[in-house]
Every structure is written in C-alpha cells, then in structure tokens.
C-alpha cells in the first residue's frame, strides 16, 4: 500500500514535470561545457553565481544501481575524472580508466542513435584529455566537479534532448541484468530490482541515504531468493516510489514535518489544497490566516459546508519514517478520505482544549505537546518511539499513549510546573480514556466546583493552599508547591494535614485570610477523607484542579 501510494504520487508529479522521469534524477552540476557541431569547444559557464551554493540541481540521465568503488559512467555529464580524465583525487590511473568508461558508454549508445550532439559529443572527448583539461581557465574550481554539456547556438542542454533521453531509457531497459517476475505493484511481468535506490532525508539516518525496503541478511529470505527478490518490485517501480519519497523529504519540503526522531510526511491522491496545509495541522503556526483555515476546516467536519477547492472525499496519506541504522523503520502509516482525517484532528483539539490565557495558541503544536515530556524540553529528550505512537493514536482516533500521560506526571513531579501544554496533554489523555471504555467521568475544560472527583478536589485545595501561603508571605523562594507537590498528588493523607494546619498562620497573616478560608472550606466540604494514595487517573485530575484553580486567581486579578 505504502509503495503503490508513492508510485501513484511518482507519475502524478512527473505528469506536471515536478519530478524527473525514469532513468533521471536530479543532481548538483557545477559547470556547463558549450560545443560546437563539429565537436570543439567554444566556453565553459558556470551554473551558479552563488558562492554559497556554486551547484545547480538539474535532471540528467543516472544510473539506477549507488555508485560506489566501481567504474559506472554516467551518461552526458559525470565529473571532470570521468570527463577528462583527471580529479583532484590523486588516481591517475582509476581516472584514466573512469575516463576510458565514459567514452565506450557513449560510443555505444552512438550506433543505435546517431544523434549529431551524441557525435560532437565524442569528437570533443577525444580532443581533450587531461593536458587540455588543466589549460582551461576555470580547470581549479572544476577540478573535481560536475559537468554538464550544451551544443552551440541551443538553448537547452544535451541531456535535455528527447531523442538523447529515449536512447537512454532504451540502453538501461536491454542492459538490465535483474531477474523478471510479477512485480507486487503493478502486477506486471518485468524486471524486478535486487537493490533499490537509497532513500535521503530522514532525520538521523546515514547521509548517503538508507532503504526502506532490504533484504540483507539470510533470515529475512526464503525460497531461495536474495535480497529485494523475496518482494518482488520492479525497477521502475523501485526507481519511482525512492524518487518520490526523496522529493517529499527535500529539505523545505511543505509536505514534511520532523517530529523528535520520526521524519513525517503526507500526501494526497489528486491535487488538493491540502497537501501544503497538513504541515500547519500538525504544527500551527501563530498567522492569524493560518489559524482561521485550520478553524474553517475543523468546522467544516462539522457542518459540511467545505470551502471552494476542498474535497472531502480525496485520499490522503501519512507516512513516519525513522532512521534505523542503513535501512528505515516505519513508525505508522495513515490511509483515508480527508474529511475522516479532519475529523480525527478535530476530536484531537477537542480534546486538548482547556481554559488558557489569550496570548497562548487555541491550537498546541504536536512538537511543543511532544516536549512536555523531555527534561529540560529538548527535542533531543523526548522518549524513542513516543513521537510516532503519538501521531498514530491521533490519526486513529485511538487511546492516547499511556507512556506520554506518564511521563507528562513525572515532568510535572520533577519541576513542579503545570502550565498550559501540560495541563492540556492530560485533560486530553483522560478525556478519551474514559470515552474509549466507556465510563461516566467528565474532565472540566475550565474550573468546575461542582466536580467531585478526590483528585480534582486536592489540586483544587492544594493550589488554594499555596495562595494562602503567598497572601502571607509575598513572593517566597520555595512555596508548597515546590516542597510538597510530588507528595500530595500521590500520597495525600501524609501531607495535607500537615498543609492544613500550616494554612491557619498563613491565613491569619493574609489580608483577605477570611475569603480564602471560605474558599478552602467550599472544598474540604466536599471531600469525605484524604486519600491514602491517588490512582494515576486522579493524579492527572490532581494536576488539572490545581491548574484551573491558579487560572481562576489570573481571572480574577485581571477583573
């Protein structure tokens, strides 16, 4: 499904001319060598003004198998070594040969397509070698790099000529040594590829790129098959689905979003709107324009009535990719219809919504929520696994990950802080536990004094508690909170008599001692005893209690 998906995506892009056809892809050229009909040289232009980036990226024709010791030329451009013959390498001899390579390479697809720039191309390469190479002008900064070639007096490039391109899909096609069988994807009988093309741009992954599909070791084969024969995929299909998948992890790819070690990217079936806008779902951004269409389309699951350009039929894909060594780990992978996507995103804020101040977002970033969990909230700390586990049960609609409320209350035991993000994190997390097994408890969006539940009510004290200590005593060093946090949420029978008897100084001492006793005795009223121990639900309602408590002191004090 994941293949066929990106294949479907692959031919989508190449009809529009996003992508390069099969046989080409696009690679860093450097410098382009202008020739004449008759083969002599007229110029060297470089292709970049910019020193920061001396390279251009262009399709060209390239070779389907990773280039790596062996000599594989490349067809209508290489580098000067294969070029010229002489690199900055310091080989003589292995250039001489990658030199020798290139020219049979060329001379070969010459007989069945005797193009007349194929032929100035050869009466170039064999008037300058690397004497003449390193007479031109520009030979220090090519010295080593690409190199590109144009006729005179012609706008486009060699390799851009569609009969040259034909010769070239023709010549990989007879010179194919894979195996043929009945590829998974499109069920034809063809060659199937061995190796598939690396994939480049997940995070953390090796740099030269990673598979997201290999065989490399015996156990993983059967049948007496090797490698990627044991799901037989042809090399077309191989070559297209590894060049989609690239351009969606390009760097400043709309379609990409990095979530801790998992490399998210998403894409729709047919051209939609949507394909650039699921970034900001996933992480919204403070525009006020962005964050009205993410309000639009949310409501549009609920009414219907979807903007012009929208189709809420349009499948979408969503794909999280995770380096594992020289190969890929899939973390999850979503398939459906866009109004189904929308409406998950919709239950997942609807979730996370709860009483906030107004210069904080309506919409939490999955990555700032993913935080909440990390010391110190470093990206680099969040747990392994956690960030697609996360996006799955949203995508889902299931159970939010126990091990992301968990580490939420430790976060919260550590440092004593309850704020916005983490407050909604377990609100939402609690919210939908109780919806998926299906028991009668509601967890309030703002402060709810009808609300019975024992944590909620010691959060509630327990914040109440602190203000008191603070009308006493002004701005402390170490409040309550600080000391005693851990402890009242998880232990309260050891620690709020303490608390309570400690508040009746501090009370006596407060200028409004009166009203805030009222206050702590509008609670304890409604708790029978304190608890010995609080379960890990109602510790998360301990945290949200005193959250929508201290809110309803920064109301107040803004009347």
Known sequence: MILQALYDYYQRKVAHGSLP???????????????????????????????????KE???????????????????????????????????????????????????????????????????????????ASQLKDWPDMCGKNVVFQLEHENAYLHDDPALQTAW?????????ETRAYCLVTGQFTAVAKLHPAVRGVAGAQTTGAGLSNFNLKAFCSYGKEQNLNAPVSVEVAFAYTTALNYLLRHGSSQLVRLADTSVVFWTQRDSPLEGFFRIFLNPTDD???????????????????????????????????????????????????????????????????????????????????CQTAVQEEAENIPPLLAGALLRAILTGAEYPLAFYTAILRRINADHTIKYFRAAALKAYLVRHYRRNNQPKEVPMALDPSNKNPGYLLGRLFALLEKAQLDALGKVDTTIKDRFYGAASATPRAVFPILMRLAQH??????????????????????????????????????????????????????
């Open 21 to 55: 056809r099969y046989g080409f892809a696009s690679r860093p050229i450097h410098f382009c060598i202008v020739i004449s009909n008759q083969g002599e040289l007229v110029g060297v232009r470089r292709l970049s003004g910019d020193p920061k980036n001396p390279a």
């Open 288 to 370: 006020p324009a962005d964050l009205q269409q993410v309000r639009t389309l949310l409501d549009a699951t609920r009414s219907g009535a979807w903007p012009t350009g929208y189709d809420p039929s349009v499948p979408c894909y969503i794909l999280g990719l995770a380096p594992n060594a020289s190969r890929l780990a899939v973390r999850f992978w979503y398939a459906g219809s866009a109004a189904d996507l929308l409406s998950r995103l919709r239950s997942h804020f609807d979730d996370l919504s709860i009483v906030h101040k107004s210069n904080e977002p309506d919409f939490p970033r999955l990555h700032a929520l993913l």
């Open 58 to 132: 262009l399709n060209v024709p390239t070779l389907l198998s990773r280039r790596s010791v062996n000599i594989e030329p490349n067809f209508l451009w290489d580098n000067t070594g294969y070029v010229f013959g002489c690199d900055d390498k310091g080989n003589p001899g292995r250039a001489k040969n990658q030199r020798d390579a290139f020219v049979r390479l060329h001379e070969e697809i010459l007989t069945t397509c005797p193009h007349h720039g194929l032929r100035a191309l050869l009466n170039f390469l064999t008037s300058y070698g690397p004497e003449q």
């Open 169 to 177: 899909v023709n010549y990989l096609t007879q010179h194919s040594q």
């Open 506 to 559: 501090h009370l006596a001492k407060a200028e409004y001692g009166a009203a805030r006793d009222r206050d702590i005795e509008a609670v304890v009223s409604q708790l029978q005893e304190f608890p010995a121990h609080l379960s890990l639900e109602d510790q998360g309602m301990f945290a949200i209690g005193y959250y929508h408590q201290r809110h309803a002191f920064y109301n107040k004090s803004n009347e």
